[in-house]
């Protein structure tokens, strides 16, 4: 199971490096972080959080803390 969350991850952060002006980037930056928090990567998950919740709205906002809630970092979270 873990191995498919690296792939994964893998996949998404080529969307995000590759095509940052793509309609998708948002979703595979929530899905960075998703998978980085799984597989327990909660510093670097963190650092993808912060570059999704400069440009995300509220409701997005929320949904990436719900990605990151697996690494217990509420402490360094901002509001949305």
Same mark, same amino acid.
């Given at each position: 199971e873990n191995e498919e969350w690296v792939k994964a991850t893998r996949s998404f952060k080529k969307i995000i490096t590759n095509y940052p002006d793509s309609p998708l980037k948002a979703e595979s930056?929530?899905?960075v972080v998703l998978g980085l928090s799984f597989q327990?990567?909660? =510093?670097e998950a963190l650092r993808y959080f912060k570059e999704a919740e400069e440009s @995300? @709205?509220? =409701?997005e906002a929320y949904r990436l803390r719900y990605a990151l809630s697996s690494c217990n970092l509420s402490k360094s979270? @901002? @509001?949305p």
């Open positions: 930056l929530y899905r327990g990567r909660c =510093a @995300s @709205s509220i =409701a979270l @901002s @509001s």
